[in-house]
T-cell receptor, first 112, second 112 residues
Framework: DAGVIQSPRHEVTEMGQEVTLRCKPI?????LFWYRQTMMRGLELLIY????????DSGMPEDRFSAKMPNASFSTLKIQPSEPRDSAVYFC??????????FGPGTRLTVL | GENVEQHPSTLSVQEGDSAVIKCTYS??????FPWYKQELGKRPQLIID?????GEKKDQRIAVTLNKTAKHFSLHITETQPEDSAVYFC???????????FGQGTELSVKP
């Protein structure tokens, strides 16, 4: 298995633009998590899905952020419009039955 | 709400010495406690975990201890090596659901 796959690995955009981050979880995993990591705030859980259904989105910072999981093998995290304070590394992770979480390589987002 | 406190935030040791990182959690329903290691520019990876029915678990040079009464758990690394240098995160989770609550991280530096 290739592990959790994220794209793009790096994204540089200008303030106000829409950003879409993509994630493919490990096949067979039923949980998917989106995290944001910054030096100031550490590792923050934004939202997680179980069997493609959003369970807890209390970590989503504001309405500019949205996440979808249309099927078991794909999820997106969208920021519209993006702001400089959204600059961070965004990780996707997946797990089976809520056990060990496997992280993807992350997407480093820079908003100018 | 749910919270995990981790100390210290930075730790510097000489190669060969031991390192100890401590975490406390607030949710008494937590019963799964993983530790993740994140090397610079890489993704977090699970190094060891412990469940609430166990007081201690060892894997070569690393060990984790759990005190459910006091709601704290610790990571012990013996005979540290330069390649142990990384940021270590503790986390806690309830049995139901997949949500991990992460500590703030400890930056461990092992000096040769």
């Amino acid at each position: 298995d290739a592990g959790v796959i994220q794209s793009p690995r790096h994204e540089v955009t200008e303030m106000g633009q829409e950003v879409t981050l993509r994630c493919k979880p490990i096949s067979g995993h039923d949980y998917l998590f989106w995290y944001r990591q910054t030096m100031m705030r550490g590792l923050e859980l934004l939202i997680y899905f179980n069997n493609n259904v959003p369970i807890d989105d209390s970590g989503m910072p504001e309405d500019r952020f949205s996440a979808k999981m249309p099927n078991a093998s794909f999820s997106t995290l969208k920021i519209q419009p993006s702001e400089p304070r959204d600059s961070a590394v965004y990780f996707c992770a997946s797990s089976y039955r809520g056990h060990e979480q496997f992280f993807g390589p992350g997407t480093r987002l820079t908003v100018l | 709400g749910e919270n995990v406190e981790q100390h210290p935030s930075t730790l510097s040791v000489q190669e060969g010495d031991s390192a100890v990182i401590k975490c406390t959690y607030s949710d008494s329903a937590s019963n799964y406690f993983p530790w993740y290691k994140q090397e610079l520019g890489k993704r977090p990876q699970l190094i060891i975990d412990i469940r609430s029915n166990v007081g201690e678990k060892k894997d070569q040079r690393i060990a984790v201890t759990l005190n459910k009464t006091a709601k704290h758990f610790s990571l012990h690394i013996t005979e540290t090596q330069p390649e142990d240098s990384a940021v270590y995160f503790c986390a806690a989770k309830r049995n139901q659901g997949g949500k991990l609550i992460f500590g703030q991280g400890t930056e461990l530096s092992v000096k040769p």
